[in-house]
């Protein structure tokens, strides 16, 4: 089935520090999307991507959270300043027409 | 409320016997989605059942609409089974609301 890939699957960052995690969706995926799950919680939206604009995104989605996709490359999710709590796995999706979502296998965030 | 319950929290299979798992939403969904996660945590797409029955392997999904709730169907269960089953539901936002998942272990 469709691939969605996540680099990398393990990041170890200092806090303070920025950090850019990445995601090459579907290839023919429009919208896009940041779920984050803390360790044996439950899995949270984080923020929804369309035609280069964020659509909708949820209070864990801080300030110091930001998401773009340039030229059509990587869809990012940058984290600056990182802080202790931001350490999660990190889920990226796409979808054609916001119908079945198609997850990445996930970018475990430590910041230490 | 949560918006989407799951039960049982957990479960406890020998190798061979069928699994059956439970999804219950608040509000009409739009989407439906099950969902495998792995005990190192990576996740990944089972089925996609907003209405009616799917079937794929060994793996069955009906989900009643009207009655809002859904299931999935393990048939001849593996040890490698064994992991979190995740529902979740998409009410006209575009965006996924997960339940808290089915632990299932499954015992050789």
């Known amino acids: 089935g469709p691939k969605v890939l996540q680099i990398p699957s393990h990041q170890i960052i200092d806090m303070g520090q920025m950090v850019t995690l990445n995601c090459d969706p579907v290839s023919n995926h429009l919208y896009f999307y940041w779920y984050k799950q803390i360790l044996g919680q439950q899995m949270e939206f984080l923020v929804n991507?369309?035609?280069?604009?964020?659509?909708?995104k949820s209070k864990l989605f801080k300030d110091q959270f930001s998401v773009e996709r340039p030229d059509g490359s990587y869809f990012t999710l940058k984290i600056q300043p990182t802080a202790l709590e931001d350490s999660a796995v990190y889920f990226c999706?796409?979808?054609?027409?916001?119908?079945?979502?198609?997850f990445g296998a996930g970018t475990r965030l430590s910041v230490l | 409320g949560q918006q989407v319950q799951q039960s049982p929290a957990s479960l406890v299979l020998q190798e061979g016997e069928n699994a059956e798992l439970q999804c219950n939403f608040s509000?009409?969904?739009?989407?439906l989605q099950w969902f495998y996660q792995s005990p190192g945590g990576s996740l990944v797409s089972l089925l996609s059942?907003?209405?009616g029955t799917k079937h794929t392997g060994r793996l069955t999904s009906t989900t009643v609409t009207k009655e809002r709730r859904s299931s999935l169907h393990i048939s001849s269960s593996q040890t490698t089974d064994s992991g979190t089953y995740l529902c979740?539901?998409?009410?006209?936002?575009?965006?996924?609301?997960f339940g808290d998942g089915t632990v299932l272990t499954v015992k050789p």
């Open positions: 059942n907003p209405s």
């Open positions: 999706a796409s979808s054609s027409r916001r119908d079945t979502l198609y």
């Open positions: 979740a539901i998409d009410i006209y936002t575009g965006k996924l609301t």
């Open positions: 991507f369309y035609n280069g604009k964020v659509m909708e």
């Open positions: 509000s009409t969904a739009t989407q």
